[in-house]
């Protein structure tokens, strides 16, 4: 393994688990997008979704685990039926609730409840916009997407969103290709000044995420012969002081179905959290305590997340 082989070279190790504190649930491959960079090949015609029921376990997990964060993702989360009777139920089980959305599904026919709802539930919205250029979205993530987008955030503006105090509304930027984000402060810097000047847009902040080199972002770099030119631009641009801050120190992923991952790219890699006999885990047998100081699994994808100035969830980790 490359990361084996850095971790040994630069005599550093790999975290460990901390104190949970955020509990990702993907909500299923349904999507009514089809992006290049998607991670879990998400799109209209994927037919894994969680179930009332599996929501349900998540619920009871709550109930009994102070948990502080519950970040809803997918897909697009929205799209799964279970997605409003676990959100309202969470609403009073922990401290804040984020939905990761990609914009365009708030025009979708039907889904013109959204805004009302993301304010019912005090949603902290991380919402996709992987460029401020129509030319780039676009390409990215499908034509007329850019321009969908942009009347999206428009109405979470009209609603209150990144405009209010308590109702943040944070935008999230992906490379177009085989190179790493630029520095995020710069980037929200531009983000701000080109969306504010053209569309009126206002946001809270910019969150930069570096592309995994897996599933469909993997073989579109495959395709193009960019493949292991984007894995040694990872190697060598290996930063060990990210280390400490990777998110799945204090983060697990809920699948579709329950089972239990280190993060959503392990899900996409069906590498599942074993207890000490080799079995999955799951949102019923979970005991978060059992967790502090375990070793979290690394593979090569996971040299996106310690690269440059670091990749989470939550943008750069430097």
């Given at each position: 393994m490359v990361l084996e082989n850095i971790l040994k070279k630069e005599t550093v190790l790999w975290p460990r688990r901390e104190q949970l504190e955020t509990l990702q649930v993907n909500m299923g491959r349904l999507c009514n997008m089809a992006c290049n960079h998607c991670h879990i090949d998400a799109g209209?015609?994927?037919g894994e979704v969680m179930s009332h029921e599996t929501a349900n376990r998540v619920i009871r997990f709550l109930l009994k685990c102070h948990i502080?964060?519950?970040?809803?993702?997918?897909g697009a989360p929205e799209m799964a039926p279970s997605f409003k009777s676990l959100a309202l139920a969470a609403k009073n089980l922990v401290e804040e609730?984020?939905?990761?959305?990609?914009?365009?599904?708030?025009?979708?026919?039907?889904?013109?409840?959204?805004?009302?709802?993301y304010k019912r539930i005090d949603a902290h919205i991380i919402a996709s916009l992987p460029c401020y250029s129509r030319e780039n979205v676009d390409r990215q993530r499908g034509k007329g997407t850019f321009?969908?987008?942009?009347?999206?955030?428009?109405?979470?503006?009209?609603?209150?969103?990144?405009k209010k105090n308590n109702m943040k509304l944070?935008?999230?930027?992906?490379?177009?290709?085989?190179?790493?984000?630029?520095?995020?402060?710069?980037?929200?810097?531009?983000y701000k000044k080109v969306l504010g000047e053209e569309y009126g847009i206002t946001f809270n902040d910019l969150f930069t995420?570096?592309?995994?080199?897996?599933?469909?972002?993997?073989?579109?770099?495959?395709?193009?012969?960019?493949?292991?030119?984007?894995?040694?631009i990872l190697e060598t641009r290996f930063n060990p002081l990210a280390l400490d801050k990777i998110m799945c120190r204090t983060l697990i992923s809920v699948g579709w179905d329950g089972l239990i991952y280190d993060c959503d790219f392990h899900h996409a890699m069906n590498m599942p959290l074993t207890n000490r006999n080799g079995i999955a885990?799951?949102?019923?047998?979970?005991?978060?305590?059992?967790?502090?100081?375990?070793?979290?699994?690394?593979?090569?994808?996971?040299?996106?997340?310690?690269?440059?100035?670091?990749?989470?969830?939550?943008?750069s980790l430097l």
């Amino acid at each position: 393994m490359v990361l084996e082989n850095i971790l040994k070279k630069e005599t550093v190790l790999w975290p460990r688990r901390e104190q949970l504190e955020t509990l990702q649930v993907n909500m299923g491959r349904l999507c009514n997008m089809a992006c290049n960079h998607c991670h879990i090949d998400a799109g209209p015609a994927a037919g894994e979704v969680m179930s009332h029921e599996t929501a349900n376990r998540v619920i009871r997990f709550l109930l009994k685990c102070h948990i502080r964060t519950l970040d809803l993702t997918g897909g697009a989360p929205e799209m799964a039926p279970s997605f409003k009777s676990l959100a309202l139920a969470a609403k009073n089980l922990v401290e804040e609730i984020i939905v990761r959305c990609n914009l365009t599904i708030i025009l979708e026919e039907g889904m013109e409840w959204l805004p009302e709802f993301y304010k019912r539930i005090d949603a902290h919205i991380i919402a996709s916009l992987p460029c401020y250029s129509r030319e780039n979205v676009d390409r990215q993530r499908g034509k007329g997407t850019f321009g969908k987008s942009i009347r999206a955030l428009q109405i979470l503006n009209k609603s209150g969103f990144g405009k209010k105090n308590n109702m943040k509304l944070d935008l999230v930027y992906n490379p177009g290709g085989a190179f790493l984000p630029g520095n995020q402060r710069s980037l929200e810097k531009d983000y701000k000044k080109v969306l504010g000047e053209e569309y009126g847009i206002t946001f809270n902040d910019l969150f930069t995420i570096t592309n995994i080199p897996i599933n469909r972002f993997g073989s579109e770099l495959k395709k193009n012969g960019n493949y292991n030119k984007y894995v040694s631009i990872l190697e060598t641009r290996f930063n060990p002081l990210a280390l400490d801050k990777i998110m799945c120190r204090t983060l697990i992923s809920v699948g579709w179905d329950g089972l239990i991952y280190d993060c959503d790219f392990h899900h996409a890699m069906n590498m599942p959290l074993t207890n000490r006999n080799g079995i999955a885990f799951n949102i019923d047998n979970l005991n978060p305590d059992e967790l502090v100081d375990r070793e979290i699994q690394c593979r090569d994808h996971c040299l996106a997340c310690v690269a440059g100035e670091g990749s989470s969830c939550g943008g750069s980790l430097l």
